[in-house]
């Protein structure tokens, strides 16, 4: 199978602290990770593209200072939330690809609610 | 045009019947094409990768792809209550790097009992 794992599966933050989310493939290397947020009733949007070893490629309009991404393994991806704020307030999935192929496998998500 | 489109609204089925979703995408060149279900607040689960014209068939899924049309297509047989979730339709993009896919905004799938 093709496992992908996020922790924690949801979190609630005060306004202004930071949110660390792990995202990480169980039973492959996942050379490329994805991440994505998405609110109630809409499509997925992708964020960021990160690869091991690499800068992340974030997506026009996604901050990247504000979502720090770090691939640091073939299996681990993190994304830091800073200076969290209540319109944070989301679903966050990531996804990993297997080196030469497009099938993404998403990870559970985070539901992060910031008050 | 958008690059994935799914512009069908809500579909509702009764329980045993067919559900047919279609998708069509702007990217000639195109060559790997997936469906993902979404439950309700859960993150997408892949269920079917078509990348040859013609039908893939897995269980009560048949996916069906025709490259000169641009379409690709999804075949719920004996749809059953469990069926009911959002059905995501992607193809990879030769302008995007990385591995990226591009999503269709998805179509709502109800079973009625």
């Known amino acids: 199978g093709a496992v992908v794992s996020q922790h924690p599966s949801w979190v609630i933050c005060k306004s202004g602290t930071s949110v660390k989310i792990e995202c990480r493939s169980l039973?492959?290397?996942?050379?490329?990770m994805f991440w994505y947020r998405q609110f109630p009733k809409q499509s997925l949007m992708l964020m960021a593209t990160?690869?091991?070893?690499?800068?992340?490629?974030?997506e026009q309009g996604v901050e990247k200072d504000k979502f720090l991404i770090n691939h640091a393994s073939l299996t681990l991806s993190t994304l830091t939330v800073t200076s969290a704020h209540p319109e944070d307030s989301s679903f966050y999935i990531c996804?990993?690809?297997?080196?030469?192929?497009?099938?993404?496998?998403f990870g559970p998500g985070t539901r992060l609610t910031v008050t | 045009q958008k690059e994935v489109e799914q512009n069908s609204g809500p579909l509702s089925v009764p329980e045993g019947a067919i559900a047919s979703l279609n998708c069509t995408y702007s990217?000639?060149?195109?060559?790997?094409f997936f469906w993902y279900r979404q439950y309700s607040g859960k993150s997408p689960e892949l269920i079917m990768s078509?990348?040859?014209?013609g039908d893939k068939e897995d269980g009560r899924f048949t996916a069906q792809l025709n490259k000169a049309s641009q379409y690709v297509s999804l075949l719920i047989r004996d749809s059953q209550p469990s069926d009911s979730a959002t059905y995501l339709c992607?193809?990879?993009?030769?302008?995007?790097?990385?591995?990226?896919?591009?999503f269709g905004k998805g179509n709502q799938v109800v079973v009625i009992p």
């Open positions: 996804s990993a690809t297997r080196t030469g192929t497009y099938e993404q496998y």
């Open positions: 039973d492959f290397q996942a050379t490329t």
């Open positions: 990160s690869n091991e070893g690499s800068k992340a490629t974030y």
């Open positions: 990217d000639r060149v195109s060559q790997s």
């Open positions: 078509i990348y040859s014209n």
């Open positions: 992607a193809v990879n993009m030769r302008n995007y790097g990385n591995n990226r896919l591009a």
